[in-house]
């Protein structure tokens, strides 16, 4: 008789209280690393500053955007072949400000949220993930990420005022968004000193524990990662420090 596994596509976001904690970094760098043996959708989700073009060296003919408005389809909007086993959807700027995207209709979101699960439902066959790139804070465009989600991965960096941020989005945002809270909800500490914190780390990871959250690791902040980004590397190889952090984050992930 065959041994049968079962593979369900997995969606994961990434998310932040504050802005700059390094989401962009992390999911990029993760769609990187879980493409080396599986398939993997990466949607890029900051229509107010999206980055991707940057990252990939790539300007797609449709974006997330034209999906959005009704003028491509979702197969449309995936640009494959920039790197084996990742296809990307890229967002592009909403410069306009009364575009719905960045704005509050919520019968419009209901909308696209139905949009969004029918197409990706529809993907089961052809990824083992899906990984959202996110804006930080609250636009309303989380409430529909948050629904679709099976895991989420919370970044922050280690000081007590985006600890008290991140626990106000739990109660706020993520409670509400999807009350039964029946998803991984897991927390990040990125740029961290090179001092010994751990039980900062700890203590803080404790307060946000009684939400039901897990801390599954932390990311040192690196001069090196800092100059390479800042000379327009964000995807590194599987040896450099951020990429083994991450896998290790990975195997506490359990996805
Ligand atoms: N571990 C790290 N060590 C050093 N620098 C880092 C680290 N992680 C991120 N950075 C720096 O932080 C900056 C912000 O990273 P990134 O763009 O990924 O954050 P973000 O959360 O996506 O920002 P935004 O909220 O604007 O979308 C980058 O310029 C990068 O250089
Ligand atoms: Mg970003």
Redesign the pocket.
Known sequence: MKNWVLIIMKKIL?H?Y???????????NLANILSQKTRVLLIEN?FG?P?FVNIFKHEPKVYFNDFCKDSATFNEIIQAGIKPNLDIIFAKTQFDPSAEIMGSNQAWFLKLLEKMMENLKACEDKYDYVIF????GWQLILVNLIALADTVIL?LRPNSFEVSGTKQLLDILYKRAKPSMSFDVNLLF???PEVDMENDLETWAKKLQLEGIKYVGY????????Y???HET?IFSLEH??SR?LQQVIGNLKI
């Open positions: 990434i932040s504050k802005g700059g904690t390094g989401k962009t970094t992390v999911a990029v900051d500053m980055t790139d996110t804006p930080p970044l990125n740029q961290v990311i040192s902040c690196s001069c090196h990662t800092a390479e980004m800042a964000t420090e951020f952090s």
